[in-house]
């Protein structure tokens, strides 16, 4: 079956701008998981969904980046004002289910670049 | 604060080597540790999972290896070949909902 797929591949835009990054997990996939990779920090998490909700947002580097899932399947991650910080790799996952004993199975990434 | 580190950085090995790659991680209370790969511009595949009651996994050509108590896994891979040529990256999970905390990767190329 397919694989998690992410939209779009690549995303070049100016400093100040907003920009909405789109993930579709594996079907029938309940957790959901966003990760950053740049080059300064490597891969570092920053928020899962259980279903629609997200009980853990503190990996999310500032107030200009949000989350949202719904129903149950795809996901949005948006950054408004963009800064050239946020230059990086974002990487999507999602699993069967939430637990440690799950594999997270990754996207290809969008890769997004602040001029 | 959880940190992981993979050594070496960086391998170059001939076509046929038996190699190890290290993680080691500062907090022994891990759910799992994972070993990943990734190929240029593109996502991470999943090649091992370690319960943290486990000791070992293997899979084909590859063999990781855990032991919490010193905060360090191996990730054995033999015969190498040129396909194997790709970053691997070690994580560990450390809360109840499968949170990873990645190494920096090692970047291995094997040679014909």
């Known amino acids: 079956g397919a694989g998690v797929s992410q939209s779009p591949s690549n995303k070049v835009t100016e400093k100040g701008k907003d920009v909405e990054l789109r993930c579709d997990p594996i079907?029938?996939?309940?957790?959901l998981y966003w990760y950053r990779q740049s080059l300064g920090q490597g891969l570092e998490f920053l928020i899962y969904f259980q279903g629609n909700s997200a009980p853990d947002k503190s990996g999310l580097p500032s107030d200009r980046f949000s989350a949202e899932r719904t129903g149950g399947s795809v996901s949005t991650l948006t950054i408004q004002r963009t800064q050239q910080e946020d230059s990086a790799v974002y990487l999507c996952a999602s699993s069967l289910e939430l637990g440690n004993q799950e594999t997270q199975y990754f996207g290809p990434g969008t890769r997004l670049l602040v001029l | 604060k959880q940190e992981v580190t993979q050594i070496p950085a960086a391998l170059s090995v001939p076509e046929g080597e038996n190699l190890v790659l290290n993680c080691s991680f500062t907090?022994?209370?891990?759910?799992?540790l994972q070993w990943f790969r990734q190929d240029p511009g593109k996502g991470l595949t999943s090649l091992l999972l370690i319960q943290s009651s486990q000791r070992e996994q293997t899979s084909g050509r590859l063999n990781a290896s855990l032991d919490k108590s010193s905060g360090r896994s191996t990730l054995y891979i033999a015969a190498s070949q040129p396909g194997d040529s790709a970053t691997y990256l070690c994580a560990v999970s450390t809360g109840g909902y499968n949170k990873l905390i990645f190494g920096a990767g090692t970047r291995l190329a094997v040679h014909p």
């Open positions: 907090d022994s209370a891990i759910y799992n």
């Open positions: 079907s029938g996939h309940t957790a």
